[in-house]
T-cell receptor
Framework: DSGVTQTPKHLITATGQRVTLRCSPR?????VYWYQQSLDQGLQFLIH???????AKGNILERFSAQQFPDLHSELNLSSLELGDSALYFC????????????FGPGTRLTVL | GDSVTQMEGPVTLSEEAFLTINCTYT??????LFWYVQYPGEGLQLLLK?????DKGSNKGFEATYRKETTSFHLEKGSVQVSDSAVYFC???????????FGSGTRLQVQP
């Protein structure tokens, strides 16, 4: 158990819909990273928050957004969903602002029908 | 940009066989290097890391040495078990040090 929690574990929805994925980092970790894992793209970095502020963006679509709240949990919002958004979404937390050791949650499997 | 290249899988071995999973990297400077493991249905777990050239990371019988001469960080284990069956990812901080960039992953299947 990494100490990082993600909910829900599975999510099935339809094209055009909007969903919210939730992540709670390990106690004491201020950084939250979001990654997308798909069969064709592998693991792709989406976005990084540190102590409530956005620090870096990766390959995140404009239809996707995220935020980190004062209690340090983070939410990833995916809207106007397409079939190609079906993937595993992981969050990872770490103590630092630089990409060193990261602790991953169990992931949310999103299926868009 | 900074990147890692891993050997294609799947790698299929018998129990107690020797394992090598190749990883080579391209990087500016000498960043930390990582191996993560993903067991079926789970998230990634840090397996080991090395923070500078010639460092050897080790954990659970796995080892990897940071070799700047060959820009490699190959993962090795002397005797694999069925429970080692998983996907293994080599990783390093990406260009600009924004996040980790991962290799494509190598699936290991260990047969009894």
């Amino acid at each position: 158990d990494s100490g990082v929690t993600q909910t829900p574990k599975h999510l099935i929805t339809a094209t055009g819909q909007r969903v919210t994925l939730r992540c709670s980092p390990r106690s004491g970790d201020l950084s939250v990273y979001w990654y997308q894992q798909s069969l064709d793209q592998g693991l792709q970095f989406l976005i990084h928050y540190y102590n409530g502020e956005e620090r870096a963006k990766g390959n995140i679509l404009e239809r996707f957004s995220a935020q980190q709240f004062p209690d340090l949990h983070s939410e990833l919002n995916l809207s106007s969903l397409e079939l190609g958004d079906s993937a595993l979404y992981f969050c990872a937390s770490s103590v630092t602002t630089v990409p060193d050791t990261q602790y991953f949650g169990p992931g949310t499997r999103l299926t868009v029908l | 940009g900074d990147s890692v290249t891993q050997m294609e899988g799947p790698v299929t071995l018998s129990e107690e066989a020797f394992l090598t999973i190749n990883c080579t990297y391209t990087a500016t400077g000498y960043p930390s290097l990582f191996w993560y493991v993903q067991y079926p249905g789970e998230g990634l777990q840090l397996l080991l890391k090395a923070t500078k050239a010639d460092d050897k990371g080790s954990n659970k019988g796995f080892e990897a040495t940071y070799r700047k001469e060959t820009t490699s960080f190959h993962l090795e284990k002397g005797s694999v078990q069925v429970s080692d069956s998983a996907v293994y990812f080599c990783a390093l901080p990406d260009t600009g040090r924004r996040a980790l960039t991962f290799g494509s992953g190598t699936r290991l299947q260990v047969q009894p």
